[in-house]
C-alpha cells in the first residue's frame, strides 16, 4: 500500500461556547491539516498528483483564513449584526469548532474526490486531532 501526505494550514479565530475554561473567550490558531491519501497502485508512478491535491486542500482552507468560526446558534444576533455590519469574516459551521470535528469535516469534503484516509488538524503545535477510516 502507498501513501502520500501533504499538508495546509490556515488562521482563524474561535471559541467554544459553554466550556468551563480559557477556550471560552474568543482566541486564535493556527490550524495545522495534514491529510493522507492511500492506494494500492500508482497512475504515472504517483498515488496522487501532489501539484493537484495541494491545490484543492488551500482552495478548501482558504475559505476559513483569517475568519472567525462560530459554531451555528451560539453567538446572539447582535454580535452576529455588529459582525456582519463591519464587514468582517464570518463562518458559521455546523458542528463545535474542535480540532476533531474540522479533522471530521475535511476528511467528508476530501473524500468527495479523494481516496483520502486520514486527516490530522493541529490546533497548537503540541496538540492534535485525527480522523481517520
Ligand atoms: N480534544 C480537544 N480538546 C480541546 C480542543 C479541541 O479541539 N480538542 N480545543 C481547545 C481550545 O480550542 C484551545 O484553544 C486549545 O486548548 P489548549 O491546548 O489548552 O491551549 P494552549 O494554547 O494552552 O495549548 P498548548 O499546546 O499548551 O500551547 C481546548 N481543548
Ligand atoms: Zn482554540
Known amino acids: 500500500m502507498y501513501s502520500v501526505r501533504t499538508e495546509g494550514s490556515f488562521d482563524a479565530a474561535h471559541f467554544l461556547a459553554n466550556y468551563q475554561g480559557k477556550c471560552r473567550n ?3 490558531h493556527r490550524w495545522r491539516v495534514i491529510i ?4 494500492e497502485t500508482l497512475e504515472n508512478g504517483m498515488v496522487i498528483d501532489f501539484t493537484e491535491i495541494k491545490k ?26 455588529a459582525l456582519n ?4 469574516k464570518i463562518n458559521i459551521v455546523k ?16 473524500k468527495k474526490k479523494y481516496n483520502i484516509s ?5 490546533e497548537t503545535p503540541n496538540n492534535c486531532a485525527i480522523y481517520e477510516e
Open 118 to 122: 486520514k486527516v490530522k488538524v493541529y
Open 95 to 110: 458542528f463545535r469548532p474542535t480540532a476533531e470535528n474540522f479533522a471530521h469535516f475535511f476528511f467528508s469534503e476530501l
Open 36 to 39: 493522507e491519501v492511500k492506494s
Open 85 to 88: 455590519e463591519d464587514d468582517y
Open 26 to 28: 474568543l482566541h486564535g
Open 56 to 81: 484543492d486542500l488551500k482552495d478548501m482552507l482558504e475559505q476559513y483564513d483569517h475568519s472567525l468560526i462560530i459554531e451555528e446558534n451560539t453567538a446572539s444576533e447582535k454580535l452576529l449584526e
